[in-house]
């Protein structure tokens, strides 16, 4: 009997040998493992990825022609089943000479190698990331050093890319769009909802994406990757937990993380958790005593009173909390079909209003409260993947998404016991429905898809009294009936490798988007209209190509269109923009069109040097841009007990936007490397009157020294001034969140910071991040910001990965 079971047991174990095949991937030099290296087939449609020892069962590519191995930092090697099994199952990688992802999704929304893309696109992945340490999604953004983050308060962060910024660039979180009906022309913070911790890695498509993505793609997209859900590469379950803490000094940051995934061959499920506090904000010491905060409000008594704040560096009301959780739940129904459900879930506390609390009127500050309630989105989605090849597809994808968006404003004056409130809710409904299909051994491709979206739209108002609790009805941000936004489109792209050296890639895009908006009480402004209803159909599309003169020199040019429907917020809000100025609704509002032209170059010298430059001009025609406006024949109206210039969102003409992008690679040593990015960027209507959203010039330089177990960088962020003759009307208008010239207006100063942040790794699970922001402890704000930059910041992180 005892003979028959160890039988029995070495038979089982032989058996599940022999269906399991694991390999171990290794760095060429010093034979360490690699984990989280990507091994996919030829085509791209079937992929796992190595575990923390580097280990993976390749088990289910036996029948593939060719296997390949991908890693960001290692070259691609591809090899087939029996050159894998002669090299004994252990697969050496060899590091690149530039750290340069080679592959993007957000070009097409299908992977595709970045040699042959003509659109800039900046990736941004986890190695950065956990360096950096962003405190928020919009910190991460800025990782890039090509897209500035300007931010009314601390929890904010507007990117603006190539002069656009809001509503002219588009946000997609896993192939789903985030934006909504309600995104402003103003600054906005809802990038911040995402969670930096759990993303796996993030890319920036530069310029109009509207032939794959549709509307309000003009500047940009910033396309973000959520971590995925592993599956079990062997016989046995697969799990891996990262869990992060971390303190930064500046704003006492209390940071904590944890995720969890566990999967076996067919089922996996992944769950992560981060909370944040932030206290408020301590700026730097030297410079700029403008931007101080002396004095502030508060409740003492029953009473609003003025206080002296002890400390003016501390910026009094800045403070904040979020929560984020993720949890996904992904079935491998079959070789062929993926099938993934998740849930993301984010919700920030009360966010004071900086730049408004900061704000004076006649001599004492203005406002005893300014805040946002909190900020809940929420987004459930199903996403199927298809790898199936026939007549019509290789691969296809749905994605089926429900969000649910809640924000507050609350603000009461200084002495006024009645606080205004206004509330909205918006839910979203999507689908999207991708296909790709290759010919020719992946020398063409074919993409195309369809894509609609539905928001509806809840918006109410009151005003509250703190002493009695009485609550009145009052004039809602948006319209008080229905507010129905619908969008339907459909796309084709193409992209054919003429040759070695040449490839080209075209699309084009259709949309209809319609915007239907009703008055149900039209007593607290009395508009001369009581509905909205605009509806309009676009036609955009891309053209582009690159040329590989040979293996060191790569052109790249690149024209494409973009468009951007009217939504809610541009066509039906009424809000004051700056003190004594009252933006109103515009029912006869059309869509803005983008036309953009790219070039580029890549030019690598020797095993040295690798460079980029960037130009660009983007032509706006019918921009919608806020101007003075008249309502019911006046051009000044009371508003919240004050008489108040009226202005509103208008297609004042055309506007251009054009500039420069420049980065560089050095290696110096082995050990030492230099990277540095330029950003240049001018736009002005066609009057001449200067964009709003076009940033200063911008850049960093990093000098970056790295061992197997350290890393450090030392660098330096640096920024441009914008003098007053270059500043946007809308930005002369709120002179109080600016420093003063000479002659007594208003301007945005230049400035430079130094910074050192090192990460080292123990016993290859937990690694030790620390850093210094802004050594000189400079006091600084960038350009159209409310909140000042942190002074000398301290960070520390710990990290544990098993």
């Known amino acids: 009997m005892r003979f028959s079971v160890t039988a029995l047991i070495i038979f089982l174990t032989a058996t599940l040998n022999s269906f399991a095949q694991v390999l171990t991937i290794v760095d060429n030099e010093d034979l360490k493992p690699i984990p989280d290296v990507v091994v996919l087939n030829e085509s791209n449609t079937k992929y796992i990825y190595s575990n923390r020892s580097g280990k993976a069962d390749i088990s289910g590519f036996v029948n593939e022609e060719i296997i390949c191995f991908q890693h960001f930092t290692y070259e691609r090697l591809c090899l087939t089943y029996n050159e894998i099994k002669d090299a004994g199952f252990k697969i050496r990688l060899t590091k690149k000479i530039f750290a340069i992802e080679e592959f993007v999704i957000s070009a097409n929304r299908w992977e595709q190698n970045k040699n042959e893309v003509p659109n800039k696109i900046v990736t941004i992945l986890k190695p950065s990331v956990e360096l950096q340490n962003p405190q928020t999604a919009a910190d991460l953004i800025g990782v890039s050093d090509e897209v500035y983050i300007q931010k009314s308060q601390l929890g904010g962060g507007s990117p603006m890319i190539r002069g656009f910024s809001t509503n002219r660039i588009l946000i997609v979180v896993d192939g789903v769009r985030m934006n909504n009906a309600i ?159 998740a849930n993301h879930y984010s919700r920030l506390s009360d966010v004071p209003r900086y730049d408004r609390l900061i704000q004076y009127k006649a001599g004492k500050l203005r406002y005893a409260e300014w805040y946002y309630g909190p900020q809940v989105w929420m987004m459930n989605n199903l996403q199927m993947t298809l790898n199936k090849e026939n007549i019509l597809f290789d691969e296809m994808k749905l994605i089926v998404a429900r969000q649910s968006y809640k924000e507050s404003r609350h603000d009461r004056s200084f002495d006024n016991p009645s606080v205004n409130e206004q509330k909205e809710n918006v839910g979203i409904l999507s689908l999207n429905l991708d296909f790709d299909k290759n010919f020719d051994n992946n020398k063409e491709l074919i993409y195309y898809g369809f894509e609609y979206v539905n928001n509806d739209i809840q918006s109410v108002a009151q005003t509250r009294n703190i002493l009695t609790n009485d609550i009145t009805p009052a004039g809602s941000r948006y319209p008080n009936g229905k507010n129905k936004y619908n969008s339907f489109s459909t796309y084709a792209g193409y992209k054919n490798n003429i040759s070695k050296k040449i490839s080209l890639n075209t699309g084009i895009r259709y949309n209809y988007v319609s915007l239907y908006s009703t008055i149900a009480d039209n007593s607290y402004y009395e508009f001369p209209f009581t509905e909205i209803s605009i509806s309009n159909g676009a036609l955009t599309g891309a053209l582009g190509a690159v040329f590989r003169l040979n293996e060191k020199l ?67 025609t019918n921009a919608m841009i806020r101007h003075d406006f008249v309502f019911d024949g006046l051009n000044s109206i009371m508003y919240k007990g004050e008489l108040s210039k009226v202005e509103a969102v208008t297609n004042a003409g055309s506007a251009r ?146």
Do not use: C
């Open 183 to 341: 995104y402003r022309e103003g600054n906005i913070q809802n990038v911040i909802s995402l969670d930096p911790l759990s993303l796996e890695s993030t890319e920036v498509i530069f310029g109009p994406g509207a032939s794959v993505y549709g509307s309000d793609a003009i500047g940009g997209v910033m396309d973000f990757h959520t971590k995925k859900a592993l599956l079990s590469n062997g016989g046995k379950p697969y799990f891996k937990v990262d869990a992060l803490t971390r303190f930064s000094s500046a704003d006492k940051e209390k940071t904590f993380h944890f995720d969890f995934n566990a999967g076996t061959k067919r089922i996996a499920f992944l769950s992560s958790i981060s909370r944040s506090e932030f206290d408020d904000l301590k700026m730097g010491s030297h410079k700029n005593t403008g931007y101080l905060r002396p004095e502030y409000v508060s409740r003492i008594g029953g009473k609003d009173s003025i206080v002296v704040n002890p400390d003016p560096r501390i910026q009094i009301y800045s403070g904040y909390n979020q929560l984020n959780t993720m949890n996904k739940l992904r079935f491998k129904i079959s070789e062929s079909i993926d099938l993934v459900i």
């Open 554 to 620: 790569h052109i790249s040019f690149n024209s494409s269109t973009g468009f951007r429907a009217p939504n809610l917020d541009d066509a039906g809000k009424v809000f004051d923009s700056a003190p004594g100025v009252v933006v109103v609704p515009n029912p006869d509002l059309k869509p803005e069109y983008a036309y953009n032209i790219d070039l580029g170059l890549i030019k690598d010298f020797g095993e040295i040097i690798h460079a980029e430059f960037y130009a660009y001009h983007t032509w706006l």
């Open 657 to 802: 936007v054009y500039g420069f992008h420049f980065n560089l690679q050095v290696n110096i040593t082995d050990l030492l490397s230099l990277k540095s990015a330029l950003n240049i960027t001018e736009g002005k209507e066609e009057s001449g009157i200067p964009l709003r959203h076009s940033a200063p010039l911008f850049g960093s330089t990093h000098l970056i020294f790295e061992l197997p177990k350290l890393k450090a960088d030392f660098y330096s962020n640096y920024n441009g001034s914008k003098k007053f003759g270059k500043m946007a009307p809308s930005e002369i208008e709120k002179p109080y969140m600016y420093a003063t010239d000479k002659n007594g207006n208003p301007w945005s100063p230049g400035w430079f910071t130094l910074n050192l942040k090192l990460s080292y790794e123990i016993l290859n699970r937990i690694s030790v991040n620390a850093g210094i922001e802004n050594i000189f402890d400079i006091r600084y704000r960038p350009y159209s910001s409310g909140i000042v930059s942190p002074g000398r910041n301290f960070i520390a992180s710990l990290r544990l990965a098993l």
